[in-house]
């Protein structure tokens, strides 16, 4: 992971809590989420528009994230005054045959009494063939 220089009072702390998202999400280590996320944490799609709650993001991931193998390319973390904007390429293969290959991710990541309260996630929907949103809801 490569950390820019940014706007930001504690940088450590963005690193450590971005390094352990990224953790957390490729290895995966779901239950180090539940430590991440505060109680009012939520995860917006641009791809949907919706938002999950902190119970639906952390069932959808629980659910989906170990019928995947992840990998996050090309990290960098720009430290901002509200947290990081996150960009990587995303290498994905499912269960069900499909592959996601140098998928463009930005995220913006809003942190709060050190722990991340929001996720704005940007992708772009056309590369995610083989990736059901629908599963997202199912998880609730």
Not at 56 to 84: E, K, N
Not at 118 to 138: H, K, V
């Amino acid at each position: 992971m490569r950390i820019r220089q940014g706007v930001c009072s504690e940088p450590a702390l963005i690193e450590s809590l971005a390094s352990q998202l990224v953790q957390a999400l490729t290895e995966p280590r779901l239950a180090l989420l539940d430590d991440l996320f505060s109680d009012d944490f939520a995860i917006w799609y641009n791809f949907s528009g919706q938002s999950l709650d902190r119970a639906t993001a952390l069932a959808f991931f629980q659910s989906y994230f170990p019928t995947i193998s992840l990998r996050y390319d090309d990290i960098v973390c720009t430290p901002t005054s509200t947290g990081w904007v996150q960009q990587h390429l995303v290498q994905t293969d499912g269960s069900n045959g499909f592959k996601i290959r140098d998928m463009p991710v930005c995220m913006v990541v809003t942190i709060r009494d050190k722990q991340i309260s929001r996720i704005e996630e940007y992708i772009d929907s056309g590369q995610t063939a083989g990736f059901d949103a629908s599963q997202m809801e199912q998880a609730s």
